[in-house]
């Protein structure tokens, strides 16, 4: 068992405790005890061999809020794109290095890119660390999937490592 898992069954069992001495199974006494098990791992931190595991969690909800924003961005584009009285755009497959190693971490970037409007991942090459994606609009899309890309990955890489 992982350390970081230690952290959060401890967190989870102060907060069984708390609801105990409260002699309440409520879902806010419960709440109330898992912040103060957060709290109390948290002042113990040093004395765990690992990270304190709200790093994790604060990194998780920085990639999920990345993913939001670049889905809202990305569906404006597609959006005016479509929306123009003349359609110019030019469909393609362009290919993207990744710096992402394990078969997760790849499957989660794959999975994100192809969520946002106008791109889809078509083929990976794990071993070589190569995307292949398919953009509505070569031309305007490249440089701004490339973006996405690289900001996709520094934020699994701070979630996953």
Same mark, same amino acid.
């Given at each position: +068992?992982?350390?970081?898992?230690? =952290?959060?069954?401890?967190?989870?069992?102060?907060? #069984? &405790?708390?609801?105990?001495?409260?002699?309440?199974?409520? &879902?806010?006494?419960?709440?109330? $005890? @898992?912040?103060?098990? #957060?709290?109390?791992?948290?002042?113990?931190?040093?004395?765990?061999?690992?990270?304190? @595991? $709200? /790093?994790?969690?604060?990194?998780? !909800?920085?990639?999920?809020?990345?993913?939001?924003?670049?889905?809202?961005?990305?569906?404006?584009? &597609? +959006?005016? =794109?479509?929306? /123009?009285?003349?359609?110019?755009? =030019?469909? $393609?497959?362009?290919?993207?290095?990744? !710096?992402? *190693?394990?078969?997760?971490?790849?499957?989660?970037?794959?999975?994100?890119?192809?969520?946002?409007?106008?791109? &889809?991942?078509?083929?990976?090459?794990?071993?070589?660390?190569?995307? @292949?994606?398919?953009? +509505?609009?070569?031309?305007? #899309?490249?440089?701004?999937?490339? *973006?996405?890309?690289? *900001?996709?990955? *520094?934020?699994?890489?701070?979630? +996953? /490592?």
């Amino acid at each position: +068992m992982t350390e970081i898992t230690t =952290q959060i069954l401890l967190n989870l069992l102060i907060a #069984f &405790v708390w609801m105990l001495l409260n002699e309440s199974w409520n &879902v806010m006494i419960f709440s109330i $005890g @898992y912040a103060i098990g #957060f709290l109390i791992i948290f002042l113990m931190r040093r004395f765990f061999p690992v990270h304190f @595991y $709200g /790093r994790k969690i604060i990194s998780i !909800i920085k990639l999920f809020s990345l993913f939001i924003l670049e889905l809202l961005k990305s569906s404006v584009v &597609v +959006m005016i =794109q479509v929306m /123009r009285p003349k359609l110019t755009i =030019q469909p $393609g497959i362009f290919r993207s290095d990744t !710096i992402l *190693k394990s078969d997760w971490e790849i499957t989660l970037l794959s999975t994100l890119l192809t969520l946002t409007p106008g791109s &889809v991942v078509m083929e990976i090459d794990p071993k070589a660390g190569v995307l @292949y994606i398919h953009a +509505m609009d070569v031309n305007e #899309f490249r440089t701004s999937i490339s *973006k996405t890309k690289d *900001k996709f990955e *520094k934020a699994i890489i701070e979630v +996953m /490592r």
